[in-house]
Structures are given as C-alpha cells and as structure tokens.
C-alpha cells in the first residue's frame, strides 16, 4: 500500500534500511495483511510468546530499575538527583539494555 510504502521503505528504493518488527499478540499485529506488507517491504517480522512481564526483556529491565529506584528514593530530593541516580543504576548494569535484547534474540 501507499501508506505502507512511504512509512517502512521498500527494498530497492533510495535509502532502503531492512528492518524488524517485533510484535506483540494483539490481533491487528497478527493478520495476514499486515505481516504480508511488512514482510513484502523487505522487512522481517517476530511474533512475540504470549505476554509474560517477567519473561519480556523491557519489563526485566524497568523492574530493575524500580527495585534500584526505590532503595535510593531518600536521597532524590532534585532533578539532578534523579538524573544522577539513574544513570548510576544503569550504569552499573554491566552492558545494560542492550545486552538483554541481543541475549532474547531482539537485536
């Protein structure tokens, strides 16, 4: 489709980048005419398990944060603590957000 076309890019257009989208089980995601247009395009498309918040890489990683958070909520008193205070957690999360999704098979 147009719409289609214009937002994801097809291959052998100028500036054609693949893509993977990954979905969850909402039955939009799941027809047949929108895997077909995704996967026409050039792109490829990952059905998600069943929605488990402890099993979904995202949710594993906010949890964490909140957990830290909430451990250090007595010395956020600023917006510069809680920037401070963040960073640190995410920082000490060894290689972070990005590790989790290529170990899930996201990336």
């Given at each position: 489709t147009i719409v289609a076309d214009a937002a994801l890019g097809v291959v052998g257009t100028p500036g054609f980048v693949p893509r993977t989208f990954m979905h969850d089980n909402l039955t939009s995601h799941l027809g047949d005419e929108v895997t077909h247009t995704i996967r026409h395009a050039g792109h490829k498309v990952i059905q998600r398990v069943p929605y488990n918040p402890?099993?979904?890489?995202?949710?594993?990683?906010?949890?964490?944060?909140?957990?830290?958070?909430?451990?250090r909520v007595h010395s956020i008193h600023t917006?510069?603590?809680?920037?401070?205070?963040?960073?640190a957690i995410i920082?000490?999360?060894?290689?972070?957000?990005?590790?989790?999704?290529?170990?899930?098979?996201?990336?």
């Open positions: 402890n099993d979904a890489p995202i949710e594993y990683q906010f949890n964490h944060i909140e957990t830290e958070m909430g451990l917006d510069d603590d809680l920037v401070r205070e963040i960073t920082g000490n999360m060894g290689a972070g957000f990005d590790a989790a999704f290529r170990h899930c098979g996201y990336m």
